[in-house]
Each structure stands twice: as structure tokens, then as C-alpha cells.
């Protein structure tokens, strides 16, 4: 059974960052991961993904050049760094595994492996 467990979320002003972290369980750690956010009553947005072996890496627009994933297999976790949040980056971010990294399959992920989602607001 596969697992997935976000933490690192929480309060911030704008400006600053954040470091999360998506920690799987219950496989050999072998899909792509991605990071998403969703507030209710809006659209789920795909902001970045990371491939088995870590060496292609896709960012949507809005973050791209602040936010920076990575990951540790020996740790089963991938991260995502948010820096220079804006009060806009407020949302809840959720981890999913994914069968490929790519911009097609952030924004329509085809999973039903999702964490349970970590709470991210920025503001002064």
C-alpha cells in the first residue's frame, strides 16, 4: 500500500521560505513525484515534479526560478524548497505519485496516490 505523508507546512511572512517535505512509503520508491496546491472551490494547480531518478525536473510558471524540488531515495523523500513566498503561494499543498514527470501530467496527474496535504499561508 502506498503512502504518502507531507509535513513542513505552515505560517510565514511574504518574502521568506519554506521547505517541504513528501515522505513515501509502502514501495521501492520508484515513481515520479509531484507537488500540488488546491484551495477549496478552486482548481488544482500542478506546480512541479521530479522523476525516479531525480535528473528531469518540470516547474509550472508561477514558481518557477523560487520553488526547487529534489529528493533523497535512501530517505524515501522528496522535498520542496519555496523561497521568496508571495501571499498568492497561500494554498494547500498536497504530494502525489505520479507515472512520469511532465507538464501534461501535472496538470492532469491520472493518480489516486495522494498525501494528505500540508497548509501553507503567507502573510505579514
Known amino acids: 500500500q502506498l503512502k504518502l505523508v507531507e509535513s513542513g507546512g505552515g505560517l510565514v511572512q511574504p518574502g521568506r521560505s519554506l521547505k517541504l517535505s513528501c515522505t513515501v512509503s509502502g514501495t521501492t520508491f520508484t515513481y515520479a513525484i509531484g507537488w500540488f496546491r488546491q484551495d477549496p472551490g478552486k482548481k488544482r494547480e500542478g506546480i512541479s515534479c521530479i522523476d525516479r531518478g531525480g535528473g528531469n525536473r518540470r516547474y509550472a510558471e508561477s514558481v518557477k526560478g523560487r520553488f526547487t524540488i529534489s529528493k533523497d531515495n535512501a530517505l524515501g523523500t522528496v522535498y520542496l524548497q519555496m523561497d521568496s513566498l508571495k501571499p498568492e503561494d497561500t494554498s494547500v499543498y498536497y504530494c502525489?505519485?505520479?507515472?512520469?514527470?511532465?507538464?501534461?501530467?501535472?496538470?492532469?496527474?491520472?493518480?489516486?496516490?495522494w498525501g494528505q496535504g500540508t497548509q501553507i499561508t503567507v502573510a505579514s
Open positions: 502525489a505519485a505520479l507515472h512520469e514527470c511532465s507538464m501534461n501530467v501535472l496538470d492532469s496527474p491520472m493518480t489516486e496516490d
